[in-house]
């Protein structure tokens, strides 16, 4: 019987990897749920228990929920490659991986649908469970009341309808939602996540998405007249005429600066970020579009915690879906957030936005 960590072995050295007994010890721990759908029978007993349940009531003949696993570490630990490595290979049709922030626009989304309804979440969940096993969360974090209290109730669904959960984070569960509005009210939650997933930190103090990597200049700062000229040569212009272009998401215009070869839009920070965008629209944005300039970024202080949000939100959304990142700004990297309430989400932030520099991921995005 072929295993996890024989795959992540042979996938180590095709790709020429370093050797990390964190991340050995992390495969182990999720060989044990990736044996359960490995088993021959699994099929034919899932169908049996469910029906089981369905008709005497029963709740305990095949007990899923104790392989739900929650992995947490530092930024460039490996958690989503691992993650991805262990979801690709899954034996089962029964299985979706999400985003996570991408999964709860879908959950309200869906919701709205259901307005009037006394219960949608679990009219919802139940036909999740219809189609799903296992589902992977990567880049969970709770980050207002909204979805704390909504991912509270769905949690609790899945835990009824035995639906598995494989969750990475860059926050130990203790630390959810800390600092937010009303987090007290959250609590009980992070009891059941401690209760009835697995905890497991990942961390061997390497940065991969760092290591060896050859970086490109597209980061552009500070902002003078040099700057903003090796702006519009990557741009592919020499001289920077405002045209105004509005691009139609979500039924609302968003303004562009100009559009380049009808495909390469230049944003100023302030239409993406200082005005109130959400994170659908981030996430069309990017389904739009396979790079894009932003023109005129600002450092994000204590008293804009709101566009820091929204630009965790805009870098997410352009890091899942490839999509290239040229930037000018009026701070390096490092200095783009100096608040206090997302400090913690920003080292993810500031992790990918090095990655998204690199050679290796500009080459691997997909160019229409």
Same mark, same amino acid.
């Given at each position: ?18 050797? !990390?007994?964190? #991340?050995?010890?992390?495969?182990? %721990? ?19 228990? +469910? ?92 980050? !207002? ?36 509005? #009303? +987090? ?25 998405? /760092? ?45 562009? /600066? ?13 239409? /993406? ?36 949000? +929204? ?8 890091? !899942? ?6 930037? /000018? ?19 993810? %932030? ?19």
């Amino acid at each position: 019987m072929n295993s996890l960590l024989n795959i992540y072995k042979n996938k180590i050295i095709e790709k020429k990897y370093n050797h !990390d007994d964190a #991340q050995i010890n992390l495969i182990k %721990c999720l060989d044990n749920t990736y044996k359960v759908f490995l088993h021959d029978k699994y099929l034919l007993k899932n169908i049996f228990i +469910r029906f089981l349940n369905k008709t005497f009531n029963k709740k305990n003949f095949f007990e899923l929920n104790k392989y739900n696993l929650y992995i947490w570490g530092g930024v460039g630990r490996g958690k989503t490659w691992i993650m991805d490595l262990f979801y690709q290979n899954l034996p089962t049709k029964r299985k979706m991986r999400f985003h996570f922030h991408h999964f709860m626009i879908d959950i309200h989304r869906k919701m709205n649908n259901l307005s009037g309804n006394p219960n949608p979440l679990k009219i919802i969940s139940n036909n999740i469970k219809k189609k799903l096993d296992i589902i992977c969360f990567d880049e969970f974090f709770i980050h !207002d009341i909204a979805n704390a209290m909504l991912f509270s109730r769905i949690i609790k669904y899945f835990l009824k309808f035995k639906i598995i959960l494989i969750i990475t984070s860059n926050i130990p569960p203790n630390d959810l939602y800390k600092n937010g509005l #009303q +987090r007290s009210r959250f609590i009980s939650t992070i009891k059941l996540i401690n209760k009835n997933y697995t905890i497991f930190n990942l961390d061997s103090g390497i940065d991969y998405r /760092l290591k060896n990597s050859t970086f490109l200049k597209i980061w552009i700062s500070p902002i003078s007249f040099k700057t903003k000229k090796i702006f519009l040569k990557l741009l592919g212009i020499k001289k920077y005429v405002k045209k105004n272009y509005n691009i139609l998401i979500n039924n609302r215009l968003i303004k562009s /600066l100009r559009i380049v070869n009808k495909k390469i839009p230049v944003f100023d920070f302030k239409d /993406l970020c200082i005005k109130p965008l959400d994170q659908s629209d981030y996430f069309i944005l990017s389904k739009k579009f396979n790079i894009i300039f932003i023109y005129n970024v600002s450092q994000i202080n204590e008293y804009q915690e709101d566009v820091g949000k +929204r630009f965790l939100f805009l870098v997410d959304s352009l890091y !899942d879906n490839k999509v290239k990142l040229v930037v /000018l700004s009026s701070v390096v990297i490092s200095n783009i957030y100096v608040g206090k309430l997302l400090k913690f989400e920003y080292k993810r %932030c500031i992790s990918r936005l090095h990655e998204m520099q690199s050679k290796k991921y500009f080459l691997s995005s997909n160019l229409s």
